[in-house]
């Protein structure tokens, strides 16, 4: 811009009101400032990149913490399992057990699918605060389940672990895709450890925290008040997602997803023959994978339980082997994260469906020989366990983050995710009736034979993602949905995203005061 002779070069500038609207004015500085505090663009512009950064980090850090919860719900039943079993003998039978297992799973499969909707045609922060309330209004529910009967106290914590399911499964594809997105904006080099550490770390966490705090309510309350036990252990996982619900409620939408959603008549047919066999390895692997481990951490305690029996120790003894077991398991999630990018994510899984062939065959064909020795039977169960960690645990969810474009990635990160919950369903309900039909060591031997189908499925199926920009892969799916005569709207006004940055920045500071009429600067 060229200025008139004795003018100084009109600027655009960005008018921060009092009221905290914004606005952009060109002008020379006169004007009606009476209310207002005028602004360079550039002041403002630093300000939401500064505000986004923070957002960033923020929604990773709360991702991580939020999905420590979830990992705690899911494995809250191991230890309550082998309670309710000793308080309600005769209510709570097999048949009982694997219901109210099963309705955190069905939950969990109608929250990720709809929750992954969601993501996609709302907003990530939309979602993840969704999430948040109904799990602490399931975890109320269930803290507090009542009937006139024990039976009838099953039933109420049968639906309030429902609505828990509803929103753990919704956390998945909610908190996976914006901590993705956001590690992606922060630290893209580091985007594929850094997720790991915050996603599957935290959910396998979960195991290990619940049953420390099982442990530790337990040695307060005495064996003879299990009822306050299992009550105070439910009531705990309703402080775990309240205490990051305020940084959730003020994290800003990513960047990618401004630029690349798709709100209106979003092209899922197209989007189907784009990914379909990516969907095929993320569902089907994750399934398999679903279909081991959590059946295996669920009935893990009674497992154990049924072992230590023979030896005549309590349900305490029963809850230090089980911290043991969560433990041994832990390290395959730090090995995954320090590979994932030398190794690479698709090998990586391969390795740890491989780890299910290996243990799963040695504790099956050696069961009988190998649970009389309790220590060797952790030992290799928790081995088995961590390399599920090490390989489709930690892989999965950062393969269906990376594998899709962002105006779909929820719906598909949700979808795969479904699948797997529904491979867990599955395998929960098979669990007692192969025990009882085929014998206990065939839980194993079938562990063995999910790996060998896991591993085809990622080598035939599985893209070979390297963790290059996730814009990346935005503007390829973009280039095809173009190609093929789509003509939708990409992207999403940025309106309520630049208040949300106003709204928390404070217009006065050292070189910016605002009075009672206002200062122009």
């Given at each position: 811009m060229t200025a008139e002779p004795g003018q100084a070069e009109k600027s655009p500038v960005a008018v921060l009101t009092q009221g905290g609207s914004n606005s952009l004015k060109g002008g020379d500085g006169d004007g009606d400032g009476d209310a207002a505090?005028?602004?360079?663009?550039?002041?403002?512009?630093?300000?939401?990149k500064k505000r986004q950064s923070l957002s960033d980090v923020f929604t990773i850090i709360a991702a991580g913490a939020a999905?420590?919860?979830?990992?705690?719900?899911?494995?809250?039943?191991?230890?309550?399992?082998?309670?309710?079993?000793?308080?309600?003998?005769?209510q709570y039978t097999s048949v009982v057990s694997t219901r109210v297992s099963n309705s955190l799973l069905v939950g969990a499969i109608l929250g990720q699918v709809t929750i992954g909707l969601t993501c996609d045609y709302l907003g990530r922060k939309t979602a993840i605060i969704l999430t948040t309330m109904l799990i602490v209004v399931g975890g109320i529910l269930a803290t507090a389940a009542h009937g006139t009967t024990i039976d009838g106290m099953f039933w109420m914590l049968l639906v309030a672990r429902g609505i828990v399911g509803f929103g753990v499964g919704g956390e998945y594809p909610?908190?996976?895709?914006?901590?993705?997105?956001?590690?992606?904006?922060?630290?893209?080099?580091?985007?594929?450890?850094?997720?790991?550490?915050?996603?599957?770390?935290?959910?396998?966490?979960?195991?290990?925290?619940?049953?420390?705090?099982?442990?530790?309510?337990?040695?307060?309350?005495?064996?003879?008040?299990?009822?306050?036990?299992?009550?105070?252990?439910?009531?705990?996982?309703?402080?775990?997602?309240?205490?990051v619900f305020y940084f959730r409620i003020k994290m800003l939408t990513s960047k990618l997803y401004r630029k690349s959603?798709?709100?209106?008549?979003?092209?899922?047919?197209?989007?189907?023959?784009?990914?379909?066999?990516?969907?095929i390895?993320?569902?089907?692997?994750?399934?398999?994978?679903?279909?081991?481990?959590?059946?295996?951490?669920?009935?893990?305690?009674?497992i154990i339980s049924s072992v230590v029996d023979t030896h005549g120790d309590t349900l305490r003894s029963t809850a230090e082997w089980q911290l043991l077991l969560g433990a041994i398991a832990l390290p395959g999630v730090f090995f995954g994260a320090i590979l994932c990018d030398r190794v690479g994510r698709k090998n990586i899984m391969m390795l740890g469906f491989s780890g299910y062939l290996v243990f799963g065959l040695i504790i099956g064909c050696a069961y009988d020989k190998i649970t009389k020795i309790i220590p060797l039977f952790v030992v290799f169960y928790g081995l088995m366990q961590s390399s599920g960690n090490f390989g489709p645990g930690d892989m999965l969810g950062l393969l269906s983050s990376e594998s899709y474009a962002t105006s779909v990635r929820g719906t598909f990160y949700g979808l795969s995710a479904a699948l797997g919950k529904t491979g867990a369903a599955?395998?929960?309900?098979?669990?007692?009736?192969?025990?009882?039909?085929?014998?206990?060591?065939?839980?194993?031997?079938?562990?063995?034979?999910?790996?060998?189908?896991?591993?085809?499925?990622?080598?035939?199926?599985?893209?070979n993602v390297t963790g290059e920009d996730l814009a990346v892969q935005d503007e390829k799916f973009k280039?095809?949905?173009?190609?093929?005569?789509?003509?939708?709207?990409?992207?999403?006004?940025?309106?309520?995203?630049?208040?949300?940055?106003e709204e928390d920045e404070e217009v006065a500071s050292s070189s910016l005061h605002v009075g009672e009429k206002g200062v122009r600067v």
């Open positions: 505090a005028v602004v360079p663009v550039g002041v403002a512009d630093g300000r939401i999905l420590i919860s979830d990992g705690y719900q899911n494995n809250l039943m191991t230890m309550s399992n082998v309670l309710f079993k000793k308080e309600y003998p005769a909610a908190a996976s895709t914006s901590a993705s997105e956001a590690a992606n904006e922060r630290v893209l080099d580091k985007r594929g450890p850094i997720f790991i550490l915050v996603t599957n770390l935290p959910l396998s966490f979960g195991g290990p925290l619940a049953v420390s705090i099982f442990l530790i309510v337990l040695s307060a309350a005495g064996e003879n008040h299990l009822s306050t036990v299992w009550r105070v252990c439910f009531g705990i996982g309703i402080l775990l997602p309240l205490s959603a798709i709100r209106r008549h979003v092209p899922y047919g197209l989007a189907l023959r784009y990914y379909w066999k990516t969907l390895g993320t569902c089907g692997a994750w399934f398999l994978y679903d279909f081991v481990t959590f059946p295996n951490g669920v009935f893990s305690g009674t599955v395998g929960t309900q098979a669990f007692t009736p192969i025990q009882n039909n085929l014998g206990k060591r065939w839980t194993f031997i079938i562990a063995a034979i999910c790996g060998v189908v896991g591993v085809l499925v990622t080598y035939f199926f599985v893209p280039a095809y949905l173009l190609e093929h005569g789509w003509d939708g709207e990409m992207g999403v006004n940025d309106e309520k995203h630049v208040a949300a940055v």
